[in-house]
């Protein structure tokens, strides 16, 4: 659902750009902006629909108390786990490498 409301989020977004600088630029298939309230209207209902998705997430959350201490766990956790699986596979040292190896500037 998150997707599908940031998509309804983004295309007001595009037409608003193009309706705009179609005129700086001389775009040929420029939007007319006579819809522009409407195409407002539009993504300020999508800004409503995306941060009311994370409200209920965060409600939702708040709920359940007894995962919230296992996912700030993990989220700790995940930027060690990363760093460790980095070097165990050898891509952090070839970057390192790579870094040092290049001409100072």
């Known amino acids: 659902m998150l997707l599908f409301v940031v998509l309804f989020y983004i295309y007001p977004l595009k037409y608003l750009t193009l309706g705009v600088l179609g005129g700086l630029f001389q775009l040929p298939n420029r939007p007319s902006l006579d819809d522009a309230r409407y195409v407002t209207l539009i993504y300020s209902g999508g800004t409503i629909l995306i941060f009311g998705t ?20 993990l989220y700790g956790l995940m930027g060690p786990l990363h760093a460790w699986n980095g070097y165990r596979n050898g891509a952090a040292p070839a970057a390192l490498d790579k870094q040092r190896s290049a001409p100072a500037e």
């Open 54 to 73: 994370f409200l209920l997430l965060y409600q939702h959350a708040w709920r359940q108390p007894q995962w919230l201490a296992l996912a700030g766990l």
